[in-house]
Structure formats: structure tokens, C-alpha cells
């Protein structure tokens, strides 16, 4: 018997989130190493007395105990290995955590295992957890999210006529799912500009390790240039916007952040 036909599992997961359900139930969603993302029913979790709450919370790394029902998983067991404090002590760095598991809650369906994925995630908490700079583990997540679920963007050549790209400002498609050059790019239908600065680091992102990447030295107008881009490629491939970054940029805008 595979473990996907086993009736009792244990896995590793990082909540994404959870709603109520019946009286004293909640239904939560993980993503998990072995299985990708599932939901599960954690009964008698809003009791008072209840001991897997605490260790159910979005953005919490558990080790799980499950039982398959007839359309859901029940959720036996739970313990936190990690809980990431520091994010939750900062509004902005919820935001951010938020954002991260917005963006792989809309790339992925249920069962579908990713481990790769998996791990990019809990890095990226961790490195939002460790105080990295947000707007780098934001972007090179996107990058990196983007190649393992398949919309690998085009950065070295152009997609249209698969010229070598020049060291020059170029133009961005997220119907080709890629740079274009000037001459392409200039008369394309709903193409982006894009300067090649922006572009480099894009390239440094989707090329490198996240060692090699938090090398780079970015001002906040190329920030600001790649999460337009990235936030015009996104919305075009979810056919919809995101709710997180509405949140985010708010929080950034109290605080009084400089690059939004």
C-alpha cells in the first residue's frame, strides 16, 4: 500500500489557513511535503480545552497526524516545529507571509505534490522570519514559484522572434510569457516596458541560488519596477488580482516605507 492509499498518514506542512466549521471544528488547508496542499477537518479544535489550536495558526510549520475520511482528511495529531515569531510580531511581515501563501494557494490544487515547492515556501518563511529583506525573498519567491508550477518566464531571448536579448531597455509579455526586444516589444499588443536593470536582476533571480541572489544591491525604483512587473505577469496568468498586496502596501504606507 502507497502512502497515498494508507488510511493514516504523517506528514510534514505549513498551514496556509483555516475556517470554522460546524460548532467546535475547524477546516484547514496545508500544503504539505508529501501530498501538496490538502484540507482537513481538526475536530474539536475551537473548544477551549483544545490542544492542537496553538499549533494550527497560518504560517505555522507542523508535523501532522492524518486520517482519511470519506471527503476530507481528519486531522489526528498536530505539533509546531515552527511558528516563525518574528514575523508575527510585525504587520508588515504578516503581509508579507500572507502574500507568499496567497500566491502558491492560487498555483496549486489539491494533492498535487511539490516538493520543491514545499521547501521554497518554508525557506522563504524562515528568511522573512530570520529579517532578510522582504522585497528580495518576495521577488525571487515569484521567481522561483513561477518555474516550478510551470510559467517559467522567458528572460534570455526574445519570445517572439528569439533574438538574444541586447543590453538595452526591452519590453515584457504575459501573453508570450516573456521579454521582448524593441523591435518585437514596441508594437506588441499590451507589452510592459521593462529597464535593464530590472531585467538583470530578474535574470540574477531566476539563474541563482538565494545565496548568490541576496548578494545583489537593489534601489527601491528597480524594486518598485520588478513588482509591477511581476504583479502584471501574475494577474495575467490568475486572470484575477491578488487580496494580500492590498493589505501589504497599506501596512508599508503607515509605516511610512519609501518604496511603494
Request: hydrophobic fraction near 40%.
Amino acid at each position: 500500500m502507497t502512502s497515498r492509499q494508507a488510511r493514516t498518514l504523517r506528514v510534514e506542512g505549513i498551514i496556509l489557513q483555516h475556517t470554522d466549521w460546524g460548532e467546535a471544528d475547524r477546516l484547514v488547508t496545508i500544503f504539505t511535503r508529501e501530498l501538496g496542499k490538502i484540507r482537513a477537518i481538526a475536530k474539536g479544535v475551537r473548544k477551549p480545552r483544545s490542544r492542537k489550536a496553538g499549533h494550527l495558526e497560518p504560517f505555522t510549520r507542523v508535523s501532522l497526524l492524518l486520517a482519511r475520511g470519506r471527503d476530507l482528511f481528519i486531522l489526528t495529531q498536530a505539533e509546531a516545529s515552527e511558528t516563525y515569531p518574528a514575523i508575527r510580531e510585525d504587520l508588515v511581515g504578516l503581509g508579507y507571509a500572507a502574500y507568499l501563501v496567497e500566491l502558491l494557494s492560487h498555483f496549486t490544487y489539491e494533492e498535487e505534490e511539490n516538493p520543491a515547492l514545499y521547501r521554497l515556501l518554508a525557506n522563504s518563511l524562515a528568511r522573512l522570519n530570520h529579517g532578510d529583506e522582504p522585497q528580495r525573498v518576495m521577488h525571487y519567491y515569484e521567481i522561483r514559484l513561477l518555474e516550478l508550477v510551470g510559467y517559467r518566464p522567458q528572460l534570455f531571448a526574445c519570445a517572439q522572434c528569439e533574438a538574444e536579448i541586447q543590453a538595452e531597455d526591452q519590453y515584457f509579455s504575459a501573453t508570450l510569457g516573456g521579454v521582448l526586444c524593441p523591435k518585437c516589444g514596441r508594437h506588441a499588443p499590451g507589452a510592459h516596458p521593462i529597464s535593464l536593470d530590472a531585467l538583470r536582476y530578474l535574470r540574477h533571480f531566476q539563474r541563482s541560488s538565494y545565496a548568490q541572489a541576496a548578494r545583489a544591491r537593489i534601489s527601491p525604483t528597480i524594486y518598485k519596477e520588478i513588482e509591477i512587473l511581476m504583479d502584471f505577469y501574475i494577474t495575467h496568468l490568475l486572470e484575477k488580482r491578488l487580496n494580500t498586496p492590498v493589505f501589504l502596501h497599506r501596512m508599508i504606507r503607515e509605516r511610512g516605507g519609501s518604496y511603494d
